[in-house]
């Protein structure tokens, strides 16, 4: 799953005309990297989410004719779910294996076939991509690499899921691979963060952090990171 639903509030006044999706690095929008990046390592089955100028990506997709993927629409545009309602509304299209969910808004060179076959591997509920970073946020994980918790390097705000032991913070980013059985931890409401979810699940299932330190990657939801992109672009488009 792509997300593409987001209001870009970072990039304007860019996103004020577009969405976040469509802005380009190199030239090419960040979505067409994320499906050819996706295609590259064999991935053909693709739901995109939609809400902010949502019929701009509709149009893009369709001019393009899907870059030949197979790519399924979850329509936001009457109210923006946030990433773990966005991923709830798409369940139905994620019920027969696990499978990968990433921000159009990065850039990296992760090995995305290795992070999905870890996760087989593993038959953990969930393999989070993360790395040492300077970040605002931080997830936690035990010795064991298992999710317990979430931090707010600003205010100090904890959330534990999961007690006992050491709390190594690493910084999430922004790709995972979930196995289908995630969807029976989903609360009630809408509209919830993906990291909400995790932090749920991680009470009693093992979700484990998926280090890439060595691997390329940029948040690129901000207009400065769309000129550091530039420097990258050829480096990310070798593995698509």
Same mark, same amino acid.
């Given at each position: ?76 545009? /009457? %109210?923006? *779910?946030?990433? #773990? ?5 798409? @369940?139905?299209?994620?019920? &027969?294996?696990?499978? $990968? ?94 990291? /909400? %979810?995790? *932090?749920?699940? #991680? ?5 484990? @952090?998926?280090?890439?330190? &060595?691997?390329?990657? $940029? ?22």
């Amino acid at each position: 799953m792509l997300f593409a639903a987001g209001l870009g509030a970072r990039l304007r006044p860019l996103t004020d005309s577009r969405p976040k999706a469509l802005a380009e690095v190199g030239g090419m929008p960040l979505l067409e990297i994320a499906i050819r990046r996706l295609m590259y390592f064999g991935c053909r089955d693709i739901m995109v989410n939609i809400h902010h100028f949502g019929q701009q990506i509709l149009d893009f997709l369709e001019a393009n004719g899907n870059f030949g993927a197979n790519i399924t629409i979850s329509d936001e545009r /009457d %109210l923006l *779910l946030d990433t #773990g309602g966005g991923l709830k509304k798409a @369940a139905w299209f994620f019920q &027969d294996a696990p499978f $990968l969910v990433h921000n159009t808004d990065i850039l990296s060179n992760i090995n995305l076939q290795a992070f999905h076959e870890a996760h087989l591997r593993a038959g953990a509920l969930a393999n989070l991509a993360v790395r040492q970073r300077q970040s605002s946020r931080y997830l936690l994980f035990d010795d064991g690499g298992r999710l317990s918790g979430w931090r707010n390097a600003n205010t100090g705000e904890e959330r534990i899921c999961r007690e006992g032991g050491v709390h190594h913070p690493l910084a999430f980013s922004g790709i995972c691979v979930l196995s289908p059985a995630i969807f029976s931890f989903m609360p009630d409401e809408e509209v919830f963060s993906i990291i /909400d %979810l995790f *932090l749920r699940a #991680g009470q009693t299932e093992t979700i484990l @952090a998926y280090r890439h330190d &060595d691997s390329l990657w $940029l948040d690129v939801g901000r207009p400065q990171a769309l000129e550091q992109a530039e420097a990258l672009i050829g480096q990310i488009a070798l593995s698509m």
